[in-house]
C-alpha cells in the first residue's frame, strides 16, 4: 500500500513539475525571499509544489489537485528522493553565516543557494570576500558560482580558466573574489546577498565555500597594509580622501620582482574590473614588480572615493619576465605553479599648491640671478673701462708726443687681464680716440679704412674663391708648415658675416618646422595616458611626479627652464658684443679690422637659440617619455655638440669653415642614424657592423679634411695619390708628418672614434641615441683640449674671466652628471622594470635627481658657452699674423 502511494504521489510530482516549469513557477524572485525572511522562515527548501511557496524542512504539505481529488500529505525529504526520477532539479536554500566554511557536493541534478545578511552603513564600508576551492581532481565541468546583491551581480566559474599570450591557458581551483558594496542612503540597512552553485557534471563536484569579512578594506592614510594576491584571488580596497585633502600619492610595493602584477585606481562602482582580462577596462593602472605609484586627485572622483586594485598577471612578459612554453596542443592546460605575491599599500598624502609656488619660486629665482649677475658684472667692467678711459686723456704724454715707441700688443694686452664678457670690445669703444697704441697699427689709417670701404663693396664669396691665382695662392699658402690667423682670414669680412648668419636662420627655421609637429604629438600622448589610463606609455619617476592640470609630471617639464632663460641671456650677451664689434668696425677702429679672432657672432646666435630649443624640446620630451620620443631630447643635444666643434674650428680657420647648409645636412644624417638606431638597432648585428663602418669611413674622411685644410680632392686618382705619398714618405725616405700638432690631434681622435666604433659593434647597447651623443660629447671635450693646450703651448694667455668660466664649468658638469647617472628610469627595460629605478623627491618635495639634472646642465651649457666667448679675448690687439692657428 506505501509504495503504491509513493508511485502516485511520483506520478503526481512529475506532472507538476513539468507544469509549473513550463510556467515559470520555479523561479523565487528576490522580493519573495526578502518577505520569507522578514516573516521569519528560514532555512527552507524550495519546491516546485505548494504553489512556488516554501515549507520548513521535516514538514509535510499539501497539494490539492486541479480535478478536486482528496489532499495528498508527503514529506519533502521523500519528495526530493523522488525528483530525480522525473529529471527535475532540485533547488536547495541555506542560510549561511560569515567566516564559517562549508563542505558541500553539486550536481546537474540539484541547485544550493547559499544566503547571508550583513548591516551596511552609510559611514562605514565593510568589504566581503567570496573564496571557493574545488576538491574534485577532474571534474566533467566547471561549477557555477553566481552571488546576487542588491544592485550588482558577479559570477566566476571554477577552475578558473585564464588565458595568457598566444592563447595559453591556465587553470585555478581556487578562487577568491572581493564583492563590489553597493552604496546606501540609509544611516544603517540590512541587506542580503545569495551565493548560487551550480553545474552540468552529473558526477558530484565536490567544493568547499566560506564568506567572511575583510579586515581594513578601507584603507587609512599614511598606513601600511600588507596582503597576498594570485591571478584568481585579487584584491581591491576602498580609500577616501581625508578632509583638506585633495591629491594623494598611492604606493604599492613588494619584496617580490614577480610574479608581475598590476595596480589600478578605480572609481567606486559595480562591478569592480579585478581580474587580469579585464583590469585595463576602466581607471589608471600601471604594471609593477617591485614598485608602482600613482598620484590620484580628488577632483577626478566626484564621490571623494576609490578603489585600489591589485591584480597578478598570468604570465611575466608584460614586466620583463620570461616566455613560458608554447603549449603542445591547442586546449592543453598549463599548471600556473605557484603565482601568489605579497604586497603592501600605502596611501599618502601629496604636496599642496604651496609647494608648487616655492618650486616655481626656486627655478625662476635660481635663474634670473644669472641675469642680476651678468648686470652686475657689465656694470663693473664700465666703470673699471671708464676709470682707464680717463687715465689715458690725463697722460701727459703720448707716443705721437713724446716719440716713444708704441706699446708691444702683449704690453697692452696685460689691461685686459682682468676682462669681463664684454671686454674686448669695451677696450675698443671706450679707447676709440686713442690712436696708434695698438701693436697692430703698422698700416696707416689711409690703409685701414681704403680696406674697410674695399670690404664694403657688393662681392661674393665665390668671387675670390674662384680665380685661377687666388686659387694656387691657396694651396700655398693653406699648405704652409706654420699657419697664422692672417692666413686663413683673408675673405671679405661682411661676406663672411653673412655666411655665418646663416647659421642663425637656419636653425631658427628647424626650430620652428621640428617643435610645432613634436608639441602637437606630446599633447596627443598626453591625451591618450588622460584618457585610456595605461601609465605604461609614459616613463615618469612615479614617485615624484606632481601633475598639474593634464600634465601628468610638471615638475620635470619646469626643470627645464634653465635652458630657456639661459639661451636668451647667451644671445643677449652675445648681441652686445656684436653691436660694440659693428661700432668700433664703423668707426675704423684697427683692433676690430687688424688684431685679434676675427669675430663672426652667427654660430654663437645659433648655439644660444639651440640651448633654448633644447629645453622646449627637453620639456616636450618629458610631458610623456618613452623610447619613440628620445630623439626629441636628442636632437638639439647633437646640435649643439656639432656648433661648439664648429666654433672652435671656425676661430683660427675663419675663410675654411663649413657652411651652415653643409654643416646641417651633416647634423640631419646624425639625426636620421639615431632615429634607425632606435628602431632597428637593438640586438641587430647587420645594423650595427654597418653603422660602425660608416663612422670609422667618416672620421678617415674628416681626418684628412683637417690635416689638408681642405686641399685635396676626393675623385678616382685618391688611391694612386695614397699609394704615392706612402711610397714617398714611408718607403723611399723615412720622413715624419710635416703638421705634428695636427697629426697628434687627429691620431688621437682616430684612436677615441675607433674604440667607440668597437665598442658599439661588440657591445650593442640598447640606447642608440645616448651612444651617439657619447660620441659626439668625446670628439668635442678632445678637441677642446687640444685648443687648451695649443692655446698654452703658443704662449697665449686665459684671462681671469675665461679661467674662472672654466672652473667653474668643469665642477658644474661634475656634479651634473652624478645626478645624469642616477637613472630614475629607463625606457630600455618594460613599464614595470623601470619603475624599480624610481626614487622620491629630494628638493623642496618638489624637484628628483634629473630635475637637478636639468638645472646644473643647463647652467654648465651656459657656462661652455662662455669659455668660448671668452677664451680668446687676451688676443683682441694682438695682430692676426702673430696668432698661430691649430
Known amino acids: 500500500m506505501l509504495f503504491a502511494h509513493v508511485y502516485a504521489v511520483s506520478r503526481y510530482a512529475c506532472a507538476m513539475t513539468s507544469r509549473d516549469a513550463a510556467s515559470g513557477q520555479y523561479q523565487q524572485t528576490t522580493g519573495e525571499r526578502a518577505d520569507r525572511h522578514r516573516h521569519g522562515r528560514t532555512g527552507s527548501r524550495f519546491h516546485p509544489f505548494n504553489g512556488g511557496r516554501l515549507a520548513p524542512p521535516g514538514f509535510c504539505f499539501s497539494s490539492q489537485a486541479d480535478d478536486g481529488s482528496r489532499m495528498l500529505r508527503f514529506c519533502p525529504v521523500l519528495l526530493v528522493l523522488m525528483l530525480p526520477a522525473c529529471g527535475a532539479s532540485v533547488v536547495i536554500q541555506r542560510d549561511a553565516q560569515f567566516d564559517v566554511t562549508y563542505d558541500d557536493t553539486v550536481t546537474s541534478d540539484n541547485q544550493t543557494i547559499y544566503s547571508y545578511n550583513h548591516t551596511v552603513s552609510r559611514n562605514k564600508t565593510e568589504g566581503v570576500r567570496v573564496s571557493v576551492e574545488l576538491l574534485s581532481e577532474s571534474a566533467q565541468s566547471p561549477v557555477l558560482f553566481v552571488v546576487r546583491q542588491k544592485q550588482a551581480v558577479l559570477s566566476f566559474q571554477v577552475p578558473l580558466i585564464l588565458r595568457g599570450l598566444y592563447q595559453r591557458k591556465y587553470q585555478y581551483t581556487q578562487v577568491g573574489r572581493t564583492l563590489c558594496q553597493p552604496p546606501t542612503k540609509a544611516e544603517a540597512e540590512t541587506q542580503f546577498f545569495y551565493v548560487d552553485v551550480s553545474t552540468l557534471s552529473s558526477a558530484g563536484v565536490h567544493y568547499q565555500l566560506r564568506v567572511s569579512r575583510v579586515d581594513s578594506f578601507t584603507l587609512q592614510t599614511d598606513k601600511k597594509f600588507s596582503f597576498n594576491a594570485t591571478p584568481s584571488q585579487p584584491q581591491f580596497f576602498k580609500y577616501m580622501f581625508p578632509d583638506g585633502v585633495d591629491t594623494v600619492i598611492v604606493k604599492v610595493n613588494s619584496q617580490k620582482n614577480f610574479p608581475c602584477s598590476v595596480m589600478s585606481i578605480q572609481d567606486i562602482q559595480c562591478p569592480v574590473y ?321 688684431c685679434g679672432i676675427p669675430k663672426h657672432f652667427g654660430l654663437y646666435y645659433a648655439m644660444g637659440t639651440a640651448l633654448m630649443m633644447e629645453g622646449l624640446l627637453s620639456a616636450c620630451y618629458h610631458v610623456c617619455p618613452n623610447y619613440t620620443n628620445f630623439q626629441f631630447d636628442t636632437s638639439f643635444m647633437y646640435m649643439i655638440a656639432g656648433l661648439c666643434m664648429l666654433k672652435l674650428y671656425q676661430k683660427r680657420h675663419p675663410d675654411i669653415n663649413a657652411s651652415a647648409y653643409s654643416a646641417y645636412a651633416c647634423l640631419a644624417a646624425v639625426i636620421f642614424f639615431s632615429v634607425l638606431g632606435v628602431v632597428f638597432g637593438k640586438g641587430n648585428t647587420v645594423f650595427w657592423i654597418v653603422f660602425s663602418v660608416i663612422h670609422i669611413l667618416a672620421t678617415l674622411l674628416l681626418s684628412t679634411q683637417l690635416y689638408y685644410m681642405g686641399r685635396w680632392r676626393l675623385d678616382s686618382g685618391i688611391l694612386r695619390r695614397m699609394l704615392n705619398v706612402i711610397y714617398t714618405d714611408c718607403i723611399r725616405q723615412c720622413s715624419g708628418p710635416m703638421y705634428i700638432d695636427r697629426m697628434v690631434l687627429l691620431v688621437m681622435g682616430n684612436i677615441v672614434n675607433w674604440s667607440l666604433a668597437a665598442y658599439g659593434l661588440i657591445k650593442r647597447p640598447n640606447d642608440f641615441a645616448s651612444y651617439l651623443l657619447a660620441i659626439a660629447i668625446c670628439n668635442l671635450l678632445l678637441y677642446f683640449a687640444f685648443y687648451i693646450i695649443m692655446k698654452l703651448r703658443s704662449g697665449e694667455r686665459i684671462q681671469c674671466l675665461a679661467l674662472v668660466c672654466i672652473l667653474f664649468t668643469a665642477v658644474v658638469w661634475g656634479f651634473a652628471l652624478f645626478f645624469f647617472f642616477q637613472g630614475l628610469s629607463t625606457w630600455q627595460k618594460t613599464p614595470a622594470e623601470s619603475r624599480e629605478h624610481n626614487r622620491e623627491c629630494i628638493l623642496l618635495s618638489f624637484f628628483d635627481d634629473h630635475d637637478i639634472w636639468h638645472f646644473l646642465s643647463s647652467i654648465a651649457m651656459f657656462g661652455s658657452f662662455l669659455v668660448l666667448l671668452t677664451m680668446d679675448d687676451d688676443l683682441d690687439t694682438v695682430q692676426r699674423d702673430k696668432i698661430y692657428v691649430f
Open 274 to 594: 579585478d581580474l587580469d582580462n579585464n583590469v585595463a577596462f576602466i581607471g589608471m593602472y600601471q604594471t609593477m614588480t617591485t614598485t608602482a605609484a600613482i598620484t590620484v586627485q580628488r577632483k577626478d572622483f566626484p564621490s571623494n572615493s576609490f578603489y585600489v586594485v591589485v591584480v597578478v598577471k598570468t604570465e611575466d612578459e608584460a614586466c620583463g619576465g620570461p616566455l613560458r612554453f608554447y603549449p603542445l596542443l591547442p586546449d592543453q592546460l598549463l599548471d600556473p605553479g605557484n603565482r601568489s605575491k605579497t604586497l603592501d599599500v600605502i596611501v599618502s598624502p601629496a604636496i599642496n599648491s604651496e609647494v608648487y609656488v616655492m618650486g616655481m619660486l626656486f627655478c625662476l629665482g635660481i635663474f634670473l640671478s644669472f641675469y642680476l649677475l651678468t648686470f652686475l658684472v657689465a656694470c663693473v667692467e664700465n666703470k673699471r673701462m671708464n676709470r682707464k678711459r680717463e687715465g689715458l686723456l690725463n697722460a701727459d704724454t703720448s707716443p705721437a708726443e713724446t716719440g716713444k715707441a708704441s706699446v708691444s700688443p702683449y704690453e697692452y694686452g696685460s689691461f685686459a687681464d682682468n676682462g669681463s664678457t664684454l671686454s674686448s670690445e669695451a677696450v675698443t669703444d671706450s679707447l676709440a680716440s686713442t690712436d696708434g697704441n695698438c701693436g697692430c697699427m703698422d698700416r696707416s689709417l689711409e690703409s685701414v679704412a681704403r680696406s674697410r670701404q674695399e670690404s664694403l663693396s657688393s662681392v661674393e664669396e665665390d668671387d675670390y674663391d674662384t680665380l685661377v691665382d687666388i686659387d694656387s695662392d691657396k694651396n700655398i699658402v693653406r699648405t704652409k708648415k706654420f699657419l697664422c690667423v692672417s692666413d686663413l682670414a683673408r675673405k671679405d669680412k661682411r661676406i663672411l658675416s653673412k655666411k655665418y648668419q646663416i647659421y642663425f636662420w637656419n636653425i631658427a627655421t628647424i626650430a620652428v618646422f621640428y617643435a610645432l609637429p613634436v608639441i602637437q604629438l606630446v599633447i596627443t600622448y598626453q591625451t591618450v595616458v588622460n584618457v585610456t589610463g595605461n601609465q605604461d606609455i609614459c616613463y615618469y619617476n612615479f614617485l615624484c611626479a606632481h601633475p598639474l592640470g593634464a600634465l601628468s609630471s610638471f615638475n620635470n617639464i619646469l626643470s627645464n627652464l634653465g635652458y630657456v632663460l639661459l639661451g636668451l641671456l647667451f644671445l643677449l650677451i652675445v648681441l652686445q658684443r656684436d653691436i660694440l664689434h659693428n661700432r668700433a668696425l664703423e668707426r675704423n677702429e684697427s683692433t676690430a679690422l687688424e
